[in-house]
């Protein structure tokens, strides 16, 4: 097939997808397909389209290893010669038509909250993962821990702040608590609050990156995730930083976080754990894929976090462990979510 893999952007997590879409990307050319890698801010400036999957360019090379720090996204747009007024770069929606399907590999609020996939629906582009509605719900964390709690999904308590509104009854926090920016994604705008005199550094931090934030209970215990593929719930990972929290550095830098699949926490809370994850993909009307983020208690108590509807594809990425433990390889993986994408 022809295959558009779609990466890159302008969201703090765009180191991250582009590493994602490479891997996508040569998976894809592994597979057979015709494929092209796409920035979908910076696009592609060229006359020759007509015939871009018939190209036997490599399309990935140049793209380096996930930084340590945050993109610099002010250098990224000050790259397009258009001044990026439009979100979709130069022949991007062209190439887009062209294909057969395009293989989301966007993270963060743009690519994952819903607004691609709604361009995409109006233009008729065939897409993987979830759809426009089901990433709006879930981008937006506020939202999501509303429809958790009317569902009955175990999550922490807590409450969203808007930039410049006044605390009111019942937004005063108890410390620890987490603060983290409402739509943001790989731990970027969040930080755990230890005592009061760091609150409001944390919650100036978590507004740089968003006009919302969240304010939650601090669950201590151990990082857990759960991939559902296809509405059915992988083996669990356990994640253990080797220092701090399940922060961007940890995520994405080899040898920062030791990761157990399967998760070594029993029968009985790896079952609950996975039912709980099909709740929630059930209660945000998710399709196809996504990954929930647990917390579990000294107790044993498992709390769901968040979902993630396009989860990384990169070398220390989650849902490729996941697969794996099943028999699934990463090409295999791949194939299977372009596959899905043909299921209307």
Request: a negative charge.
């Amino acid at each position: 097939m022809k295959v558009v893999v779609l990466a890159g952007g302008i969201s703090t997590e765009r180191d991250v997808s582009l590493i994602s879409g490479k891997m996508i990307y040569q998976a894809m050319k592994r597979l057979g397909h015709q494929a092209v890698l796409l920035d979908v801010f910076l696009g592609m400036e060229r006359d020759d389209i007509d015939h871009i999957f018939e190209s036997d360019e490599d399309f990935s090379a140049g793209i380096e290893a996930i930084h340590e720090i945050n993109p610099d996204i002010s250098a990224v747009k000050a790259l397009r010669k258009d001044g990026g007024k439009c979100y979709f770069g130069p022949n991007v929606i062209k190439i887009c038509q062209m294909a057969d399907v395009v293989f989301l590999g966007l993270h963060g609020a743009d690519g994952e909250g819903g607004k691609v996939q709604a361009a995409f629906d109006l233009l008729g582009i065939r897409y993987t993962g979830t759809d426009f509605v089901s990433g709006v719900l879930a981008m937006d964390k506020c939202l999501a821990k509303e429809l958790f709690m009317q569902n009955g999904i175990p999550t922490p308590a807590g409450f969203r702040l808007k930039k410049g509104q006044e605390p009111g009854e019942g937004q005063q926090p108890k410390f620890p608590c987490v603060v983290k920016v409402s739509s943001g994604g790989s731990s970027i705008g969040v930080s755990i609050v230890q005592k009061e005199e760091d609150y409001q550094a944390a919650l100036d931090d978590a507004f740089l990156y968003g006009d919302e934030v969240v304010v939650e209970e601090y669950i201590k215990g151990r990082e857990l995730t759960c991939c559902v593929l296809d509405g059915k719930a992988l083996p669990i990972v356990e994640i253990a930083p080797k220092e701090g929290f399940y922060d961007y550095k940890n995520k994405y830098q080899a040898g920062s976080t030791i990761e157990i699949c399967p998760a070594p926490i029993g029968e009985e809370s790896t079952r609950k754990i996975q039912k709980i994850s099909e709740r929630v993909f059930d209660a945000l009307r998710l399709h196809k894929y996504a990954r929930m983020d647990f917390m579990m208690d000294e107790a044993g108590n498992a709390y769901c976090l968040e979902a993630n509807t396009l989860p990384g594809m990169t070398p220390t990425s989650l849902i490729p462990q996941e697969a794996a433990a099943v028999g699934i390889s990463y090409d295999e993986l791949c194939q299977k979510i372009l596959d899905m994408a043909f299921e209307d």
